[in-house]
């Protein structure tokens, strides 16, 4: 029963938020989809070589990274 009356109360608490902050997921999605972002990250080297330039840094040779 009181694992009823918390799930109940959550339920509330979230619409209540979604309501105060006006979430809208049309405007979510379409903020994901910036092509000027993708073009902007490509120019980036990738997480391992970021990884790899600071291990060189410190003189840190024995650990290896893999690309998952």
Same mark, same amino acid.
Do not use: H, W
């Given at each position: 029963?009181?694992?009823?009356?918390?799930? +109940? +109360?959550?339920?509330?608490?979230? *619409?209540?938020?979604?309501? *105060?902050?006006? /979430?809208?997921?049309?405007?979510?999605? @379409?903020?994901? %989809?910036? @092509?000027?972002?993708? /073009?902007? *990250? $490509?120019? =980036?080297?990738? %997480?391992? #070589?970021?990884? $790899? #330039? =600071?291990?060189?840094?410190? %003189?840190? %040779?024995? /650990?290896?990274?893999? =690309? /998952?």
């Amino acid at each position: 029963m009181q694992f009823l009356i918390i799930f +109940i +109360i959550c339920l509330l608490l979230l *619409a209540i938020l979604a309501f *105060a902050f006006g /979430v809208n997921i049309k405007k979510l999605k @379409e903020m994901t %989809n910036v @092509e000027n972002l993708d /073009v902007i *990250a $490509k120019k =980036y080297p990738d %997480n391992i #070589e970021i990884c $790899k #330039e =600071y291990l060189k840094k410190l %003189n840190n %040779n024995s /650990v290896r990274t893999k =690309y /998952v």
